[in-house]
């Protein structure tokens, strides 16, 4: 995690005690960040070893060695074909023909060999299951969607007549913070991130990709990108925010490709809005969902956009605690992104580009 630092104007009025609370828990919610990703990782490597042993006494390992040996030059001529072929659209049905034949050979294969392709699938169903979950608690933020397009609401005139503190451009500090993994297959996920305060611009390009999958490969990026500011609570209450965002250029997009005949594949593309309370702690985190894109299957194509550029998305959000009257608030507000993809020899790229303007900030106490 990165915090860039506040203009000493920024914290002229902030007491020292709540700014070194700041700076102690923003440490822990980086720790913990890293413990809860590697936590993760490590669940996923565990699940996949009890499956890869529990597919191996249904298949035999002979067998499986064999399996394995008779797909690998199909996967080879497929790799190659990605590689060399013209972008065209010949060079795209060379590749589908490719995958095609490998598909019908590896299930006369799978049948030679006496493969229980019942029982098989059963347990892959199972393992699926057991995987989601694991990464659905280690998301476990997901909240129902939020977010308003505000003339539908109300207009900016009511808005502006309701006690708000209104923050514009530029902010005085900003925040980021992102983790990834991946197992062996897959290519190392690409990000990055869009992040400036002095235009309140915000959000991440990332980027997942496997050809050749094996029958457990996953890949994933979680990226947040925020502003930070110190907000004193006029009364007791909650805090309460509404976040204008402008989109930039928020499109998503993916595709499956089958590649041996017995498969599957998930892709999750998210974009969430959120509100952190730094401090006081203990680094509390409320979230409001913008984008819930969640595909299955084994062969699919898809390109969308959250909404055109220029267009406006508004999130109302609430601290998850009540704070007493005079209380120093850190808060951080922006978005997080999630990409992953779990497959089962299936090709994926799954691509999201969430870049906003984060145009305005309304913050006030819910007793105001």
Do not use: H
């Amino acid at each position: 995690m990165f915090n860039a630092g506040f203009d000493s104007e920024a914290i002229r009025e902030v007491p020292s005690e709540a700014q070194e609370q700041a700076a102690k828990i923003s440490l822990d919610i980086e720790q913990e960040e890293l413990r809860e990703a590697q936590s993760l990782s490590k669940k996923i490597t565990s699940l996949n070893a009890d499956y890869q042993k529990e597919l191996r006494l249904i298949i035999g390992d002979r067998n499986l060695e064999r399996y394995y040996e008779f797909r690998a030059p199909l996967r080879e001529k497929i790799n190659d074909l990605e590689v060399k072929a013209t972008p065209t659209v010949k060079g795209q049905a060379e590749i589908e023909e490719a995958q095609s034949q490998a598909v019908g050979k590896s299930q006369q294969f799978l049948n030679e060999i006496g493969f229980d392709m019942v029982r098989a699938s059963k347990l892959r169903e199972g393992y699926n299951a057991r995987l989601d979950e694991v990464v659905s608690q280690a998301r476990g933020k997901l909240e129902e969607p939020n977010y308003l397009i505000l003339p539908e609401v109300m207009s900016m005139e009511e808005l502006k007549a309701t006690p708000w503190v209104i923050l514009d451009p530029a902010y005085p500090a900003d925040s980021f913070a992102y983790s990834s993994n991946r197992s062996d297959e897959p290519d190392n996920p690409v990000f990055w991130r869009y992040l400036n305060r002095s235009s309140g611009q915000l959000g991440s390009y990332t980027r997942n990709r496997v050809s050749g999958a094996d029958d457990s490969d996953y890949a994933y990026v979680r990226y947040q990108t925020a502003m930070r500011f110190w907000y004193r609570i006029p009364d007791t209450g909650l805090t309460e925010v509404f976040m204008r965002l402008q989109a930039i250029d928020t499109a998503y997009s993916g595709s499956f490709n089958d590649e041996w005949g017995w498969s599957d594949a998930r892709c999750e593309q998210m974009c969430s809005a959120y509100l952190r309370v730094i401090t006081p702690g203990p680094g509390a985190i409320r979230y409001g969902t913008i984008l819930n894109y969640v595909r299955t299957g084994t062969s699919a194509n898809w390109a969308n956009q959250i909404t055109a550029p220029g267009n406006e998305r508004w999130a109302n959000l609430f601290s998850t605690s009540s704070y007493n009257a005079g209380t120093w608030l850190l808060l951080e507000v922006g978005t997080e992104d999630w990409n992953y993809f779990r497959s089962n020899d299936v090709s994926i790229v799954s691509t999201m580009n969430m870049n906003w303007f984060l145009k305005q900030i309304y913050v006030r106490s819910t007793a105001a």
